[in-house]
């Protein structure tokens, strides 16, 4: 190198006990790259948020991306009707029904959390009846459940029409969840079209809260999944 030439320093780093101070940092360095082209918005979308802490309200799980740890169980849950949520998805999914009911729509909980043991049960369950390679398209193995983390919710009509059927979309619930749901802060985990992303067959019933601002800006974007919108690869199968 030139002994002449001059390089600019690196900015500090936050000391790691300070945590805000840390996010702050690394959010502004993300938009420094964002700004040079360095970084793609998918990668700057995934610095704004924890998309790998069991807790975090934008946690990604799939079939690449087990809970850490497997058998996380949410530190409170609220009651649903017959179902519980996290507190923060139970209030949100509270405004859904409310909205949903005040334009002639009965929502009913289907199913909200499960816990590392339920899951397995179904999972087995799933496997007895269809076969391994059947059931994981239709259920997550336990520890990679979206119903594990309490912000997942399936969804039905009073009715009881096209329960956990893909003719759901087209019933009152269906359509409903599809229009507005993001208005409360829920997306549809597991849209048409979109196995070889998400893993899973399309699932109109399955609600998944990511919170008003993502579920709004998924939609001003169009993007309808999550792995899409953070940038990360396809989890179509499970990891060997």
């Known amino acids: 190198m030139d002994s002449g030439s ?34 793609s918005p998918q990668a700057a979308v995934a610095v704004q948020y924890d998309i790998d ?13 087990m809970l850490n740890p497997p058998s996380y169980v949410p530190a409170s849950l609220t009651r649903v009707s017959t179902e519980r949520l996290r507190s923060e998805a ?17 929502v009913r909980a289907t199913s909200g959390y499960r816990s590392y043991s339920q899951q397995q049960s179904l ?4 496997v007895a009846r269809y076969g391994q390679e059947t059931a994981d398209t239709l259920a997550a193995r336990a520890g990679y459940s979206e119903h594990q983390t309490g912000l997942a919710m399936d969804i039905g009509n009073a009715s009881g029409v096209c329960a956990l059927q893909a003719c759901f979309a087209d019933t009152p619930v269906g359509r409903f969840a599809a229009t507005d749901g993001w208005k409360y802060g829920f997306i549809i985990r597991y849209p048409a079209g979109a196995q070889d992303i998400t893993g899973y067959e399309y699932e109109p019933w399955h609600l998944r809260f990511v919170g008003v601002e993502i579920a709004t800006d998924m939609k001003s974007r169009g993007i309808t999944t999550l792995e899409r ?12």
């Open 6 to 39: 001059t390089v600019a320093p690196l900015p500090e780093v936050p000391a790691l006990e300070d945590p805000m101070k840390l996010r702050k940092f690394w959010l502004g360095f993300a938009a420094a790259l964002l700004s040079m082209g360095l970084m």
């Open 53 to 65: 802490s069991a807790n975090s309200l934008q946690v990604v799980v799939n079939k690449h991306r």
């Open 90 to 106: 139970a209030t949100a999914y509270n405004s859904f029904v409310k909205a949903a009911k005040a334009s002639g729509v009965n």
């Open 123 to 126: 999972y087995a369950d799933y």
């Open 229 to 240: 919108y953070f940038g990360l690869e396809d989890a179509p199968d499970y990891l060997p």
